[in-house]
């Protein structure tokens, strides 16, 4: 039998070195986890403002167009959202 499994929940469960192992340094793991996430904020952030830069370059060169495409996009919506406000027929 396996020392390192809990015979209890079938080996589903480490115990003894497995679960030291596992809880040995939770502030290690909680670092590693918000390493993570700030570096998934900074790609974020980098491709917004590269998204943005772009918008930006666009409606400069292009200002007709991008007038033209607000309205259309706007027009848009503004259809979406008359077509959930409007009351439904209780017939």
């Known amino acids: 039998m396996n020392p390192d499994v809990s015979s209890v929940d079938n080996g589903s469960t ?36 590269r998204a943005s830069a772009g918008a930006s370059k666009y409606a400069r060169n292009e200002p007709m167009k991008a007038l033209f495409i607000a309205f259309a996009v706007g027009a848009a919506l503004s259809a979406v959202v008359s077509l959930v406000k409007r009351p439904r027929d209780s017939a």
């Open 14 to 49: 480490p115990s003894g070195q497995a679960a030291r192992s596992i809880h040995a340094d939770p502030g290690k793991r909680v670092r590693r986890g918000v390493d993570s996430v700030r570096a998934r904020a900074r790609r974020l952030t980098a491709g917004a403002r």
